[in-house]
């Protein structure tokens, strides 16, 4: 990690014990379901995978989370970081209630990708990967989504919004509790 | 003549369940298939000069011969991690017409011996990742595969999953990808050995693109020839090719591989969207070396497109009109490269970012001739020095903008700046550090 000053919240629990005891049933309950797509001799396949159930059910990847991915995998602790810190789509730090991505990629930026991250880093007053204060919306820019043909294009929610407008991000981003 | 339609026919309205499908005709390739010996269907696939849609454009049917006679379990591995940017075809097939991908697996894993398939997707497309998922169920139930036969009627067990990414370009290269699949980071592998002959878990395994899988029941319906006859020179069939940027009707197109690239923009796609001249076209995603407005009549088909030194690669094109500021394109295409490098090596990992952050100086007007100099000498530093494609990929372009749009570079330069001004779209405005996201760069 980059930064040396992390707060003890931005750092997250520690040890697999740690964590509420309801949302590592829900995690162990849903682990079946995931492994059942590899050969029963290569669990460790499961790992992006699980990793996303994880993050899905603990909001982020904090350490904990990532031994525990590990643990029920079989794995080395640092094979979960490894990949968690890989993958942009993991979070290794808290988010928002809602991240909020944009492409700023060529085709984007040619129908205003660009200006539209811009407008929105200075209305929400975040800069690039920072959290509204209010702690509703995480953003950042992301490389090219495949929605080129109906650019520009984000992401919210991991969910695909495609030829924005002005208008039309205010309506997607007004509907975010 | 009406135009043939291969992987386009039912987009975008028809109904994508398999009632639907079977109701158009599908699956009817898989039951002509397993009525064959599945040499003879690896023979059909080359004579049909298919050629991967992934981008490298090896031919299909060669590539199935390379893998080892006696060496099982195999995989199919089916990339449609679609990354690069300007590239966004196969994500609709997989929403429109999620079957005809799945009876192509389907046929190239009977013609294979194999049967075991991962479809792995980029993280970002859910929704994609929901149509494949749902359309495999609905195969299942209906015993298309996934038991002990084919279609009900050959013996042949067959499993297909949805891998999904978690944002990573790098892993739609094929190494990675398998790396992904096995759950690890996508760190490109050595090669030789090549996948066929050792690839997932260490096993034979073929990757094939999306598009190029959604042809094989086409081609084992309607013949080899007919295929062929479609294309031009070495490349059968037709090509989805993906519009993007200044064009007034952007979109994907399907058309005969060898299609005229001025065509497709100034007819199909109706030419620019301000109606102000094209300054420049990247033909086949952001890889591949750009080319002036005046040289765009060219055929798409890739050995005839490589004769004009580019490429029409993953069939992302990118087209600019004249209101486009060459270094502030440029600047964001390297950009890309080195957020994506996978930083196990220190031709790619560091060449990268260095040479988008010349290129941002120059766009700044902070940049000098000794600049321009570096930056026409660092692409041919990393040109054939890495362990993948991804370190070309990011060299072709730097080498291709500045050959062709030098005089723009020297102008940032010698004018202290950019003549298109502040407004518009770039890359250069605010903080440095807020143009680098993601987590690969957090830990480096
Ligand atoms: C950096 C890099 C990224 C790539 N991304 C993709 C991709 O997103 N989709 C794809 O099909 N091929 C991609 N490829 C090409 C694959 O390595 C491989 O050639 C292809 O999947 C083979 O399938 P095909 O022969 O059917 O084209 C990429 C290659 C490189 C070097
Ligand atoms: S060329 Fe770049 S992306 Fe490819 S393996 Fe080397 S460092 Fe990684
Ligand atoms: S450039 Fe934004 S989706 Fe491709």
């Known amino acids: 990690m980059s930064h040396h000053d992390e707060s003890t919240a931005e750092r997250g629990p520690q040890e697999i014990a740690d964590l509420p005891k309801e949302k590592v049933a829900r995690f162990d309950a849903a682990l079946p379901e995931i492994l059942k797509r590899y050969p ?44 968690a810190t890989f993958y942009v789509m993991y979070h290794t730090r808290p988010v928002g209630r809602h991240v909020v991505e944009v492409c700023t990629n060529v085709s984007c930026s040619l129908a205003g990708g660009y200006d539209l991250f811009d407008h929105l880093r200075k209305s929400l007053d975040v800069d690039n990967g920072g959290t509204t204060k209010d702690g509703r919306i995480t953003l950042r820019q992301v490389e090219c989504l495949g929605s080129c043909g109906t650019a520009p294009a984000m992401l919210v929610d991991e969910e695909m919004h495609e030829s924005l407008t002005p208008q039309s991000v205010e309506r997607i981003l007004g509907g975010l509790k | 003549m009406s135009e043939t339609l291969i992987l386009t026919r039912r987009w975008p309205k028809n109904d994508p369940s398999i009632d639907g499908y079977r109701a158009d005709g599908g699956y009817r390739g898989l039951e002509k298939a397993i009525g064959m010996a ?73 013609a294979l011996d194999i049967h075991l398939a991962y479809i792995y997707i980029r993280g970002e497309f859910a929704k994609q990742a929901r149509s494949l998922e749902k359309a495999i ?35 739609g290269e094929e190494s990675a990808l398998m790396e992904s ?36 029941p ?74 002036r407005g005046d040289e765009i009549d060219v055929s798409l088909e890739p050995d005839a497109i490589k004769a004009a ?44 970012p260095w040479m988008w952050k010349i290129l941002e100086k120059i766009e700044r007007g902070e940049g000098t001739l000794k600049d321009l100099a570096l930056i026409e000498q660092l692409p041919g530093n990393i040109m054939g020095q890495t362990i993948c494609a991804l370190g070309d990929a990011a060299a072709m372009p730097v080498q291709s903008f500045v050959k062709k749009f030098r005089n723009e570079f020297v102008e940032h330069i010698e004018g202290k700046g950019c003549k298109h001004g502040e407004t518009g779209w770039g890359v250069s405005r605010g903080s440095r550090e807020a143009l680098v996201g993601g987590n690969r760069h957090a830990v480096r």
């Open chain 2, 137 to 171: 169920e609905e195969a299942r139930a209906a015993g298309i595969f996934g038991g002990p036969k084919l279609l009900g009627k050959a013996d042949f067990d067959l499993q297909i999953h949805v891998v999904r990414g978690a944002g990573a370009y790098i892993c």
């Open chain 2, 181 to 216: 699949v096995e759950g690890k980071k996508g760190y490109p592998r050595f090669k030789p050995p090549f996948p066929a002959i050792v690839g997932l878990w260490g096993k034979p395994t073929i990757i094939n693109n999306v598009e190029t899988l959604a042809n094989v």
């Open chain 2, 38 to 110: 599945p040499a003879a269907i690896v023979d059909e696939v080359k004579a049909s000069n298919l050629r991967g849609r992934g981008g490298a454009g090896f031919p299909t049917g060669l590539k199935w011969t390379f893998l080892p006679k006696d060496v099982r379990p195999r995989y199919l591995c089916i990339n449609a991690d679609e990354s690069e940017p300007g590239t966004f075809k196969d994500r609709y097939i997989c929403e429109y017409d999620p079957h005809l991908l799945l009876e192509g697996i389907s046929i190239a894993c009977f």
């Open chain 1, 40 to 83: 029963t001799d290569h669990k460790e396949a499961a790992m992006l995978a699980a990793l996303r159930r994880a993050q899905e059910i603990f909001d982020w990847l904090s350490p904990a989370a990532q031994k525990l991915v590990a643990n029920r995998l079989g794995a080395a602790v640092t094979r979960a970081e490894e990949v």
């Open chain 2, 218 to 291: 086409w081609i084992v319906e309607h013949g080899a020839k007919a295929f062929a006859d479609l294309g031009a020179g070495k490349t059968g069939g037709t090509r989805l090719f993906g519009v993007s940027g200044n064009v007034k009707r952007p979109g994907v197109y399907e058309k005969p591989a060898g299609y005229n690239l001025k065509k497709l923009i100034m007819e199909d796609c109706g030419g620019t969207a301000s109606g102000r001249p094209v300054k420049a076209v990247i033909p086949g995603g952001s890889s591949s070396p750009v080319l």
């Open chain 2, 309 to 352: 030194g580019t490429m029409s690669g993953s069939g992302g094109v990118i087209v600019m009109d004249d209101s486009v500021c060459m270094v502030r394109a440029l600047a964001r295409i390297a950009m890309f490269y080195a957020e994506e490098s996978c930083g196990q090596f220190t031709p790619c990992r560091q060449g990268t």
